[in-house]
Each structure stands twice: as structure tokens, then as C-alpha cells.
């Protein structure tokens, strides 16, 4: 095929209409035959856009004029929508962020998994969508005296300062404004990244949804912290329901927020919070869902999909601290988790007991080893549920968990890419899924989620 030239180079001016959404919120049009996607649009409209990058086989523009609006378009709420890299799509209506999400997953189907069969249900969206967030993690940076505290902008690590946060609690927005506050008062030097110099590095606020448990978490690049006691009294007087200080120390050059050691400044290690009639410890490092409220409405289709007896033997596979095994644990005979994560296993082992769940046992390794060897030992789940993160489930571990045997795969996929190819693979292995369930876990961003069940033919 002969090498095309690219009909736009970076600076022109160009119109065109965009006809799609991609899984990143931009959106998405052809000019001249060649792929542009222009960021902060919504498909339908018709853009004049500056062309900033081009690739060899597309574009990104920057809308410069919306020519013709859709009207789904909404003015973004939040002041800072444009340059914070928290949120996609807050131009968009909600029902519209909604119906993209159903069109986006009914598309890897139809495309990655060729199963135009698979009916994609419409996405079970809040009525509230705002304030769902019950964690945050803010950087730090500036100077002393001129701290600057907030979220990173899309691809890049300027901090871009916010009022509120939006889509946080309001319990944690309060908190992450007392935090910063108080550093800048007290002059604590934030942390520079190219300099690898300063103290405060992030500030993690997490709130206990359901129990108004507050933790507040300071990440500092070494043991010092100045102002200590001051810091844990003004905090305490200044956040209602503030349960746990902690001091997490992360001295590497690195974007892992977390260093692997935790200091308690002041009350309990650990906060809580409840997902339905389940009970969850949640420590500075442990994975929780950061939407509980719909955490529950996804859990409660993974119910329905799993239509337990109480008689069933449950796998959990990709399990975290057991959030989906301990759910359903009411209505199975026994429930068999598997995690990579060794402290989250510690995790899920301390949510059984917290809950008095004794049938629930957890294993810790990767999810592709460990289900081999369950079938090589004759198990036989009547149940499996996977939530596998983004790359989705291995072939080795669909292998082995079409080997045992179950009745029913529920799957829970954060990415609908992998879930339609893994659907694909499960269909040649003689189970089939006729329906998607989405959730919408993450509103005003790209995000969505999704849960169907395979169940065996014949
Ligand atoms: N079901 C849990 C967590 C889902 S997130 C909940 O709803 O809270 C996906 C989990 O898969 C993470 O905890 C991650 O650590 C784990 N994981 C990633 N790769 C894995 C693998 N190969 N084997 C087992 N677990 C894995």
C-alpha cells in the first residue's frame, strides 16, 4: 500500500464534525478520510479546530470555535473542568455521558469481540451524580509561603488548584481543604520533584461513607515533619469525624504515592465503611472502591447474575480485600478467593472476621497460577465471579477455569476492550453471554464498568 502523506500538519486550522466519543472523552471525526480527536467536544458537533500533533495514521486538534453545538452540551460545573485531569466529560449532559458509555462498550463488542449478539443494557447511572468520591490524593508543590495544593493536569505533573473538588465527598472535599490550609499556615516546605527536596509530598484523605470515619494520611520524604503535635491538634478541631492521622513515609524518586512505612500520629490505624450489609477495615494502603454507593448497585447485579442458593461453592477470583466473595458469602456455602496482592489477602482474611464470615478462605497469588492448580485438584465451583484489572483475565486462567466445570462466570470488567475479547475466547469454550450490565461508577469521567454473566451450553 503507498505511504499517504497526512492531509494536516500541526497549526492548521481545520472544520469538521465529530461523529463518535472515544474511551478517553474526547471526541472523535475524520477530515479529509484521516482520524482527528479533539478534546472537551461532544459527537454530533461541528468544530473548527488547531491541529496540535500528528501521527501517521491520526491527529489531535484543540477546538478553537464550536460552529454547531450538540445539545448535549452543558456549561462544566466546576471552574477548573479544563485544566484538571480528574474529569473528561463534564461538558456533557449526564443522560448523554450515559447513553456514550452504553455506545462505547455495545462497540468493543460489536468490533473487539464480533458478538453484535451481546445485548448492552442501559447504564445504571446515580440520581446524584456528584460527591461520590470517598478518597483523594493530592501532590503538593510550590514553595514554601506559596504551597500549591490540588490535582495534576491531564499528562503532566502541574498542579492545578481547586475550591471544591466536585466529585469528592463532601466530608473528604472539607478535609482536603483543612490539610492544605494548615500546611500553608504553618509553613511546612511542600516537596519538589525535580529537586527530590521539601517535606510534604501528598496529602490522602479517605472517608468511611456510611460510618463518617475520616483518615488523613500526610506522605513526607523522610521521617521529619515539622509542627508535628500542632498539625494533629488543628486537624482534630478542624475535621468533623476525623478518626486517624497518619504519617506515610516515601523517600524514593517515584509516582507511587505510598511509601511502604506508616506512622500513627493520632487515633486508630484503620477507618471503616460499609458496602450493603458488609463490613470493610480500610488502612492507609488498601485498596477500596471509591464509589461505595454504586459499588453496591454493581454488587447487587453480580447477585442477581450469580442466582446462589446458599448450596454453592464460590470462586472470587481477582478478589482485593474480598468486597464481591464477602457480599455474597450469605448465600453460598463457600467462598474461595484468590488475590496477588499479599496484603490485601491480610485484608480480606480481617473483613471475614470483622463480619463473622468463617466459609471464606483467601489465597494469595497470581490468579492464573493458583486456578490451574484448583483444577488439577478436582475443584468444582458452581460459581466463578472475576474482576480482573484492565488487561483482563489471562488465557491460562480461562483455561483452567472452563476446566472446572462451573454453571455460571460472572464477569466484572473495568475495561469493556478485554471483557469483549475474553467473551470471545469464553464463547469458543462454550459459554455465552447474551447481556452487558454497565454501572456507572465514575461519573464525569471516561470510566465505566460493567458485569455479565457467561453460563455454560448444552
Ligand atoms: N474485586 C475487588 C478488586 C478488583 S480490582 C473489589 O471489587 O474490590 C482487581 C484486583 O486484581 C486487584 O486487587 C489486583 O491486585 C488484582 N490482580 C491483578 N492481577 C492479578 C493476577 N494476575 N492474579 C490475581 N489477582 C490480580
Not at 33 to 43: K, N, S
Not at 253 to 277: A, C, S, Y
Not at 295 to 309: D, F, G, K, N
Not at 348 to 364: K, V
Amino acid at each position: 500500500m503507498p505511504k499517504q502523506k497526512p492531509p494536516v500538519q500541526p497549526g492548521d486550522r481545520i472544520q469538521l464534525t465529530l461523529t463518535g466519543q472515544t474511551h478517553t472523552g474526547d471526541g472523535v471525526g475524520k477530515y479529509d478520510g484521516f482520524t482527528v480527536f479533539v478534546p472537551l467536544t461532544v459527537a454530533g458537533e461541528r468544530v473548527e479546530a488547531k491541529v496540535t500533533k500528528v501521527k501517521k495514521t491520526y491527529a489531535h486538534a484543540r477546538m478553537e470555535a464550536l460552529l454547531e453545538a450538540s445539545p448535549a452540551r452543558v456549561d462544566a460545573p466546576c471552574p477548573v473542568f479544563e485544566r484538571c485531569g480528574g474529569c473528561q466529560i463534564q461538558h456533557i449532559a449526564y443522560p448523554a455521558q450515559l447513553e456514550a458509555k452504553r455506545r462505547q462498550v455495545a462497540n468493543a463488542f460489536a468490533r473487539i469481540g464480533g458478538l453484535e449478539e451481546v445485548k448492552v443494557l442501559p447504564v445504571l447511572g446515580m440520581d446524584q451524580p456528584w460527591n461520590y468520591r470517598n478518597k483523594a490524593q493530592v501532590p503538593f508543590s510550590g514553595r514554601r509561603g506559596r504551597v500549591k495544593a490540588g490535582f495534576f493536569a491531564a499528562g503532566s505533573h502541574e498542579v492545578v488548584e481547586f475550591e471544591h473538588c466536585m466529585i469528592q465527598q463532601p466530608e473528604n472535599d472539607r478535609a482536603i481543604q483543612r490539610v492544605r490550609e494548615l500546611v500553608k499556615e504553618l509553613g511546612i516546605p511542600p516537596y519538589n520533584e525535580q529537586k527530590h527536596r521539601g517535606i510534604v509530598r501528598h496529602t490522602v484523605v479517605r472517608t468511611g461513607v456510611n460510618t463518617g470515619e475520616v483518615m488523613v494520611v500526610l506522605v513526607t520524604n523522610g521521617l521529619e515533619l515539622p509542627h508535628r503535635k500542632r498539625l494533629v491538634r488543628e486537624l482534630r478541631e478542624r475535621i468533623p469525624g476525623l478518626a486517624s492521622v497518619v504519617q506515610n513515609i516515601q523517600t524514593k524518586r517515584t509516582n507511587v504515592v505510598l511509601g511502604p512505612e506508616n506512622r500513627l500520629l493520632w487515633g486508630e490505624p484503620v477507618i471503616h465503611d460499609t458496602i450493603g450489609h458488609v463490613r470493610f477495615v480500610i488502612s492507609p494502603h488498601s485498596f477500596f472502591q471509591i464509589n461505595p454507593e454504586q459499588t453496591e448497585v454493581l454488587y447487587e447485579q453480580v447477585r442477581r447474575y450469580a442466582a446462589l442458593s446458599g448450596r454453592e461453592t464460590v470462586i472470587d477470583a481477582y478478589c482485593g480485600i474480598g468486597t464481591i466473595g464477602l457480599y455474597l458469602a450469605q448465600d453460598a456455602a463457600r467462598i474461595l478467593g484468590v488475590e496477588s496482592i499479599p496484603q490485601a489477602v491480610e485484608d480480606a482474611r480481617r473483613n471475614a472476621e470483622l463480619n463473622g464470615i468463617d466459609h471464606a478462605t483467601f489465597t494469595a497469588g497470581p490468579a492464573e497460577e493458583v486456578m490451574p492448580r484448583w483444577a488439577e485438584e478436582g475443584l468444582h465451583p458452581n460459581v466463578i465471579v472475576v474482576d480482573p484489572p484492565r488487561k483482563g483475565c489471562a488465557p491460562e486462567f480461562l483455561d483452567a477455569a472452563v476446566r472446572t466445570d462451573p454453571d455460571r462466570l460472572v464477569y466484572v470488567s473495568c475495561n469493556p476492550a478485554t471483557l469483549a475479547r475474553d467473551a470471545a475466547y469464553l464463547k469458543e469454550q462454550g459459554y455465552v453471554n447474551r447481556q452487558v450490565q454497565p454501572v456507572d461508577m465514575f461519573p464525569h469521567t471516561s470510566h465505566v464498568e460493567c458485569v455479565t454473566v457467561f453460563r455454560k451450553q448444552g
